[in-house]
């Protein structure tokens, strides 16, 4: 198997984080963005000192330059593991969000970003968490995993659990799960992302999305709550389909636009040049 592209990202907004890098940020430092003159009694660095502007200084003071640097982000996907997440043809919803997260492990350490992973299904999964570190070979572990999971729990009332342990700080975040399930749960996680820059990462199968064309008696199974049914699939039905399926993706992002949040959208595969377009449409 060949390893997904790399993608390019670049954080539209400035976030408070000190290391130096490659993303804007809020921190005063040895960047090329001038912000404004101080006085050298206050910035002692001669190295910043500009003599023409000291010269127009009616009180006579030195002045140094104050730039403002850029700087690296700490960047870490949230993976939804219950066992919706399992679902998938020709290969499970989970298998995508590993290719997704090899590519993220690689693009994130060509900018020189750690990266890192949290996981949870009906509570967080500690054997899934890998901590956010600059490495090359990142990526690949946090996707062996994935591709190796044993889905435990049937629900995904563990987010709020893995959510916590980010709280508070400045990074940039992909939650990344199908989302079916309650999304009420959704507010109070998004809550403690306030200081983030959150990615929303819609993952659907293409079984789930367009019903099937033929007509005919369908068994159907939900895998979360074991329940069975049995359908006559026609038209009608099948336009119902497709409307819930609309509802549904209108819903999210109605949530998330409140929140100046865009949701990608994964269906069957990880586009690595649909992520880099999101991005520079986000930045634009």
């Avoid at 009616?58 to 002045?63: F, N």
Wanted: charged residues 25%.
């Amino acid at each position: 198997m060949t390893a997904p592209a790399e993608f390019h990202y670049r954080l539209p907004r400035r976030l408070g984080a000190w290391r130096p890098g490659a993303h804007p940020a809020t921190s005063l430092g040895a960047g090329q963005e001038f912000v404004a003159h101080a006085s050298l009694y206050d910035r002692p660095d001669p190295r910043r000192l500009d003599l023409r502007a000291s010269l127009r200084e009616i009180r006579g003071d030195w002045l140094v330059r104050v730039n403002r640097q850029r700087a690296a982000v700490p960047v870490h996907a949230i993976v939804d593991v219950s066992a919706s997440m399992a679902f998938g043809t020709p290969v499970s919803k989970l298998q995508v969000v590993a290719d997704f997260v090899e590519a993220l492990g690689q693009s994130a350490f060509r900018l020189g970003d750690a990266v890192g992973m949290s996981a949870f299904d009906a509570q967080e999964r500690m054997d899934l968490f890998v901590p956010a570190v600059l490495s090359r070979g990142m990526g690949a572990r946090m996707a062996a995993l994935l591709r190796a999971v044993d889905s435990r729990g049937r629900d995904a009332s563990g987010l709020g659990d893995a959510a916590a342990r980010l709280a508070g700080r400045a990074a940039l975040i992909f939650l990344v799960s199908d989302f079916h399930w309650p999304l009420e749960r959704l507010e109070s996680v998004l809550d403690l992302f306030a200081h983030a820059y959150v990615v929303p990462m819609v993952v659907w199968d293409s079984a789930e999305v367009e019903p099937p064309a033929h007509s005919g008696l369908l068994s159907v199974w939900d895998v979360e709550s074991q329940s069975q049914r049995t359908l006559w699939m026609r038209p009608k039905l099948r336009a119902r389909w497709r409307e819930a399926v609309m509802r549904r993706r209108t819903e999210l992002e109605e949530r998330f636009a409140r929140r100046n949040m865009r949701p990608f959208h994964m269906t069957g595969r990880f586009d690595s040049e649909a992520m880099s377009k999101y991005f520079l449409e986000a930045a634009a």
